[in-house]
Structure formats: C-alpha cells, structure tokens
C-alpha cells in the first residue's frame, strides 16, 4: 500500500471522526488493539487483551462497529458451539504520516500571547481572529454571501457545523429542545470535541475565536445574527454550547 501525508484538514477530518465514536479512552484502545490484529478478535479475547470484562469489551465493540470502524465475520468453533464474532478493523492497514507539533505551538503561542493582554481586549482579539477565519471558511466552501439570500436559518448552521467539525470540532446543530417551535430564532451549536485541547483549558479566551468562527461563518452564509457561547469543555463543562440567534427574526 502507498503511504502519503495527509493535509491538516484531511488529519482534522480524521481526528474528528475518530474522536466522536471514542468518548471513552478504552474504546480507543480496544480500536487500536484491533489494529494489531488483521485477523481479528473476539470479544472474549479483546476482553483478555484489554483487561476489562467481557460485557464492557463487546459494549465498546458495538460502539465502534455501528460507527463503521469495525467489521464483524465468524469463525468456526472446533466444539458443537455456535461461530464466534470475529471482530476485524475495516482499515486495518491504516497509516497516518503527518508532522507533529506545529499547530501544537502555535495554539500554545496564541494562548501564552492572549494571557498577556487585558481579559477584555484579549477575547476581543481572539473573536476578530476567529471572525476573519469563519469568512474564509465560507469562501473555501464556495458558499458565501452571494447565496446567502437563498438560505434558511436552520440549514446555515448545519453548514457552520459541517464546517467547524471539518475542523476537528465535532459539531451538530440542534433545538434547545423538543418543544422548541420549528421557527425559533435560537439554535444551538453543540462542539463535543475542542481541537485546541489543554491549551483552552489554561487560557480559556482562546474560546473567543470558537465564538468568532460562528459569527464569521453565519455572517457570510446567512446573515446578521446574535452569538454566545453558553457553556464550555475549557470551564469544566461536557462540551461547548453556542447560542445562536437570527437578529432578523428578533427584531422583525
């Protein structure tokens, strides 16, 4: 097979994916178990590999498999035992190459150089930042303002979101909650994932640009709208909710 580097979108597309069917170390490791072994496992033997109980392995195995990572064949038993699920990765060639570090130092040197400066005119700049960004994201997508009069509210932020998660966020867009009217003006756009890691948790202003992001990618696929963050994976909280709402809704 022919190795080639990914580009850091491809790696931040990747990642996210990846990401979003592992929110449990174990289930990682269980995949990447997997990985050592072309052939395959059984639940029993991912369960002796990975030391845990044999209803823990076969839990994160079904995880895994209903997110495509896994495939499931049978092998014959030597006794009068039914076959045993043989769990194999659907990829189980699968190799990354990328350079490491760069982004990693940047995001550091961001959050080391916002820490510096007043909290407000900090966020401020972190939100400018995130803002000219989300523009260009819309142009790269080829979805900019010229279209925007042809979109609806709800579609535009499931774009926002296919783009953010294109990004390493793993972003949905969803209502508050069900008896929400169809035509609120308020969404949500829920980040189960932050690419910015530890450096967010130690300089939570970093998490301006998140807001940023949104405003400039909204402001170009749909509009004038109202953006902010309402909770956060850097302030201890499960995941990062964005606020949105359509100002033209609001104040018609």
């Given at each position: 097979?022919?190795q080639?580097?990914?580009k850091?979108?491809?790696?931040a597309?990747?990642?996210?994916?990846v990401?979003?069917?592992?929110?449990d170390?174990t289930?990682?490791?269980?995949?990447?178990l997997?990985?050592?072994?072309?052939?395959?496992?059984?639940a029993?033997?991912?369960?002796?590999?990975?030391?845990?109980?044999a209803?823990v392995?076969r839990h994160?195995?079904?995880?895994l498999?209903?997110?495509?990572?896994?495939?499931?064949?049978?092998?014959?038993?030597p006794g009068?035992?039914?076959?045993?699920?043989?769990?194999?990765?659907?990829?189980?060639?699968?190799h990354?190459?990328?350079?490491?570090?760069?982004?990693d130092?940047l995001?550091?040197?961001l959050?080391k150089a916002?820490?510096?400066?007043?909290?407000?005119?900090?966020?401020?700049m972190?939100?400018?930042v995130?803002?000219e960004?989300?523009?260009?994201?819309a142009?790269?997508?080829?979805?900019?303002d010229a279209?925007?009069s042809?979109?609806?509210?709800?579609?535009?932020?499931h774009?926002?979101?296919?783009?953010l998660?294109?990004?390493?966020?793993?972003?949905?867009?969803?209502?508050?909650d069900?008896?929400?009217?169809?035509?609120?003006?308020q969404?949500h756009?829920?980040a189960?994932?932050?690419?910015?890691?530890?450096?967010?948790?130690e300089?939570p202003?970093?998490?301006?640009?998140?807001?940023?992001m949104?405003?400039?990618?909204?402001?170009?696929?749909?509009?004038?709208?109202?953006?902010?963050?309402?909770?956060?994976?850097?302030?201890?909280?499960?995941?990062?909710?964005t606020?949105?709402?359509?100002?033209?809704?609001v104040?018609s």
């Amino acid at each position: 097979m022919v190795q080639r580097a990914l580009k850091p979108a491809e790696f931040a597309n990747l990642v996210n994916a990846v990401t979003s069917a592992f929110g449990d170390p174990t289930r990682r490791d269980i995949y990447l178990l997997l990985h050592e072994h072309p052939d395959g496992l059984t639940a029993s033997e991912v369960a002796s590999h990975a030391g845990v109980h044999a209803n823990v392995a076969r839990h994160h195995l079904d995880k895994l498999t209903s997110g495509g990572y896994l495939d499931i064949s049978k092998r014959s038993n030597p006794g009068a035992g039914r076959p045993a699920k043989v769990f194999t990765a659907t990829e189980p060639s699968l190799h990354l190459e990328f350079e490491v570090g760069h982004d990693d130092i940047l995001i550091t040197l961001l959050g080391k150089a916002l820490s510096r400066l007043d909290p407000e005119d900090a966020a401020q700049m972190a939100e400018e930042v995130g803002l000219e960004f989300g523009r260009k994201m819309a142009g790269d997508v080829g979805m900019d303002d010229a279209d925007s009069s042809h979109r609806s509210f709800r579609s535009a932020l499931h774009i926002v979101a296919d783009a953010l998660s294109a990004h390493g966020f793993a972003a949905r867009a969803e209502r508050q909650d069900e008896q929400t009217a169809a035509d609120d003006p308020q969404l949500h756009i829920v980040a189960g994932h932050c690419p910015f890691g530890d450096v967010a948790i130690e300089h939570p202003v970093i998490c301006a640009v998140d807001r940023g992001m949104v405003k400039g990618l909204l402001g170009s696929l749909y509009g004038e709208t109202q953006v902010a963050l309402t909770s956060s994976v850097a302030q201890g909280d499960e995941a990062c909710v964005t606020d949105v709402i359509d100002a033209s809704a609001v104040t018609s």
